[in-house]
C-alpha cells in the first residue's frame, strides 16, 4: 500500500507559477509511475504529466500543459509538478497517483490540492 499527500496548491494570478508537491510513503519501492490529475468543478477529472518511477524518464504531459508544466521526481519517490504561465483554465483540484507492479492503473491517489488561478 502506497500513501500519497499533495501540497503546493494556492491562489495564484495568471502567468504566475506554483510548485506541487506529492509525498509518497509506504510501499514505495513498488511504485512504477507517477502522474498528476486535476479535476476542475462540474468536469471529469483529467490527465496532466506522469514519469516512470526508475530513472524520471519517459514524462508524458497533456497538450495543454506542454511547455508549461514540468514533472519530476526525487530518488524517495517523491513527484513535484512545476507549473510555469498558469491560466485561470488550470484551475482545479489536483491529484497525484501512483501505478504499481502487476498494475497498468493508477491505484493510489492523494487527497487532492486547490490551485486557483484569478484572471
Known amino acids: 500500500q502506497v500513501q500519497l499527500v499533495e501540497s503546493g496548491g494556492d491562489l495564484v494570478q495568471a502567468g504566475g507559477s506554483l510548485r506541487l508537491s506529492c509525498t509518497s510513503s509506504?510501499?514505495?519501492?513498488?511504485?512504477?509511475?507517477m502522474g498528476w490529475f486535476r479535476q476542475a468543478p462540474g468536469k471529469q477529472r483529467e490527465f496532466v504529466a506522469s514519469?516512470?518511477?526508475?530513472?524520471?524518464?519517459?514524462p508524458r504531459y497533456a497538450d495543454s500543459v506542454k511547455g508549461r508544466f514540468t514533472i519530476t521526481i526525487d530518488n524517495n519517490k517523491n513527484s513535484y509538478l512545476q507549473m510555469n504561465s498558469l491560466k485561470p483554465e488550470d484551475t482545479a483540484v489536483y491529484h497525484c497517483?501512483?501505478?504499481?507492479?502487476?498494475?497498468?492503473?493508477?491505484?493510489?491517489w492523494g487527497q487532492g490540492t486547490q490551485v486557483t488561478v484569478s484572471s
Open positions: 497517483a501512483v501505478r504499481t507492479f502487476g498494475s497498468s492503473a493508477y491505484r493510489s
Open positions: 509506504g510501499r514505495i519501492e513498488y511504485i512504477t509511475a
Open positions: 514519469v516512470t518511477a526508475a530513472s524520471g524518464v519517459h
